[in-house]
């Protein structure tokens, strides 16, 4: 069964960091490319990252550029998002997705002081 679990959220303070984990099960996540993506209240699900399955090239919103870094550990069938500076705009449920898995539960993180 396919299945892609969200970890590593909460609540943290403007200029915090979080590290968001993404754990894929049913399926080799080294032969896919993967994303992180993210909902905040009353807006749409938009792209955050993105991660080949090739040679490892991401790719950043302008909104999180310089801010967060992606990466994947294909031993562990598993992708990070590392998200320094946070600020309350980043404040979201996250999502992985491979294009083509259902949608996990996500995991929630508000930035607030």
């Known amino acids: 069964q396919v299945q892609l679990v ?3 959220g909460g609540l943290v303070q403007p200029g915090g960091s979080l590290r968001l984990s993404c754990a894929a099960s049913g399926f080799t996540l080294a032969n896919y490319a993967i994303g992180w993506f993210r909902q905040a209240p009353g807006k749409e699900r938009e792209r955050v990252s993105c991660i080949s399955s090739s ?14 870094t992606i990466s ?4 562990k ?10 600020k309350p705009e980043d404040t979201a449920v ?5 294009g083509g898995a ?9 930035v607030s002081s």
């Open 102 to 110: 259902p949608w996990g539960q996500g995991t929630q993180v508000t």
């Open 77 to 86: 069938n598993t992708v990070y998002l590392q998200m320094n500076s946070l």
């Open 6 to 8: 969200e970890s590593g």
């Open 55 to 68: 040679d490892g090239s991401t790719d950043y919103a302008d909104s999180v550029k310089g801010r967060f």
């Open 72 to 75: 994947r550990d294909n031993a």
């Open 94 to 98: 996250y999502y992985c997705n491979t």
